[in-house]
């Protein structure tokens, strides 16, 4: 497995892949790895020749307050579980090297970034579908695979691509859960052993959710005010939004009448978690 820090030495590796005829497949991450991160370098391995995995914690991303400083980092054990998941290049450069003096180019991905987290992180979105871009240009993949987890990510990522005209497969891959339902996430980590316990509401919210759904609830206000009693009856949990929305434009629905996902985004202690859920007929 390759380290590459420099962007100009990953694009020649890119090129030089291409030239070669393989597949890239890229996972782009902000390291402190799970098993979550690891499926999607399993789908990308089984997908293409080349694995690139990036590890980059995005400044641009954060707002300010927000966790930049804080947020997890060990490179020993993410290389260790890049090794294992068969990567064949991390590419791991700094901030200074993405972001050099004079930076001043960004993409706003416009309607699908502003409802859900868009509300309370209004430049998240845009940090976001800029980096991921310029990653797409230092790693040139044929296919790119991203969480399904961070449902309107992933949406904005495919409406970027769409709308730009980039010639990559963006490829979405199902929420990977803890055995009781937690949503794996490198922000668990913040968590105290009191505050897990609480956020194991947000999955049994979303079930509970699903299991009415399946049962023919179809009124947005009924789902959302079931799934908000399960989570604020327990400790230290304060509801950012619960929402039921299109899954294309990611706009507020009253009753639900096609496939729809319901989305949420809750702060216990000083974590902020998502999890979401596909509500469709089986
Ligand atoms: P992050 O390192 O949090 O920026 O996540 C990198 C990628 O891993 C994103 O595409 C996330 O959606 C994805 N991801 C994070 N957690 C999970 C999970 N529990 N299951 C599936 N994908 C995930």
Known sequence: MNVIKSVTEMQAFAEGCRKQGKKISFVPTMGYLHQGHACLMQEGRKLGDILIVSIFVNPIQFGPGEDFEKYPRDWDRDAQLCESAGVDVIFAPTAEEMYPQGYQ????????????????????????????????????????????????????????????????????????????????????????????????????????????????????????????????????????????????TLQDIDTIAGPAVMALAIKIGKARLIDNVVLKRE
Not at 129 to 139: P, Q
Not at 174 to 181: C, L, N, S, Y
Not at 211 to 229: D, N, Q, W, Y
């Open 105 to 248: 180019t960004s993409i706003t991905v416009a309607h699908v970034s502003r409802n859900l987290c868009g509300v309370t992180r209004p430049t998240h979105f845009q940090g976001v579908a800029t980096v991921v871009a310029k990653l797409f240009n230092c790693t040139k993949p044929h296919i790119a695979l991203f969480g399904e987890k961070d449902f309107q990510q992933l949406v904005v990522i495919q409406r970027m691509v769409k709308d730009l005209n980039m010639d990559i497969q963006i490829i979405g891959v199902p929420t990977v859960r803890e055995q009781d339902g937690l949503a794996m996430s490198s922000r668990n980590t913040y968590l105290s052993a009191d505050e897990r316990v609480s956020a194991l509401s947000l999955s049994r919210g979303l079930k509970q959710a699903r299991e009415l759904f399946h049962h023919g609830e179809r009124s947005a206000r009924v789902l959302i005010g079931t799934v908000r009693e399960i989570i604020e009856k327990e400790q230290g949990t304060a509801v950012d939004y619960i929402k039921i929305c299109d899954m294309e």
